[in-house]
T-cell receptor, first 116, second 116 residues
């Protein structure tokens, strides 16, 4: 079974400052990794994913995440945040095959608050 | 296509009453998932359908919960004899078999249940 730990429940950051949201996972098998974002009163939206290949993945709105197998981490970063990035961010894992491979296992989420 | 629709958005019910939620997935998606999200937690998997077949149920899905997807299109989630611990956001998601890994799920906006 896999699990996901998001080390920070809340991260306040000033506008235009960089931010890192941390995510560690545990799994005995290889995994696919995802970051989802949830704006207030909305569902989850896929931000970016790691399936295979390059360990650095990017989203269209400036976020990036790096898969680090040795550290079992998939931290999310943005070099300069905007007010509109204020939301809750969830890291999730999924096994590529076998039992439960359709399930996403989520972390508890990190609330990013961007301060003007 | 307007994405995954969930109805109602909010439901307040008295303890002991039965409630039913509906999810309309993206029309061409043959996989449908239910998740539950309680305050301060990430979404937790409840159950999964491929077409009309319910292929997996989480231990979280007690015998008071039942989910159906009668024609492989929309799905309903019923909770009988609601308890205060059932208060949560119930999220529905859908995907197309074979593409879920590449595109992630598409989540609906959720139904927020409050049991008083």
């Amino acid at each position: 079974a896999q699990s996901v730990t998001q080390l920070d429940s809340q991260v306040p950051v000033f506008e235009e400052a960089p931010v890192e949201l941390r995510c560690n996972y545990s799994s005995s098998v290889s995994v696919y990794l995802f970051w989802y974002v949830q704006y207030p009163n909305q569902g989850l939206q896929l931000l970016l994913k790691y399936l295979s290949g390059s360990t650095l993945v990017e989203s269209i709105n400036g976020f990036e995440a790096e898969f680090n197998k040795s550290q079992t981490s998939f931290h999310l970063r943005k070099p300069s945040v905007h007010i509109s990035d204020t939301a809750e961010y969830f890291c999730a894992v999924r096994t590529p095959s076998g039992a439960g491979s359709y399930q996403l296992t989520f972390g508890k989420g990190t609330k990013l608050s961007v301060i003007p | 296509d307007t994405g995954v629709s969930q109805d109602p958005r909010h439901k307040i019910t008295k303890r002991g009453q039965n409630v039913t939620f509906r999810c309309d997935p993206i029309s061409e998606h043959n996989r449908l998932y239910w998740y539950r999200q309680t305050l301060g937690q990430g979404p937790e998997f409840l159950t999964y359908f491929q077409n009309e077949a319910q292929l997996e149920k989480s231990r979280l899905l007690s015998d008071r919960f039942s989910a159906e997807r009668p024609k492989g299109s929309f799905s309903t989630l019923e909770i009988q004899r609601t308890e205060q611990g059932d208060s949560a956001m119930y999220l529905c998601a859908s995907s197309l078999a074979g593409t879920g890994f590449n595109y992630g799920y598409t989540f609906g906006s959720g139904t927020r249940l409050t049991v008083v």
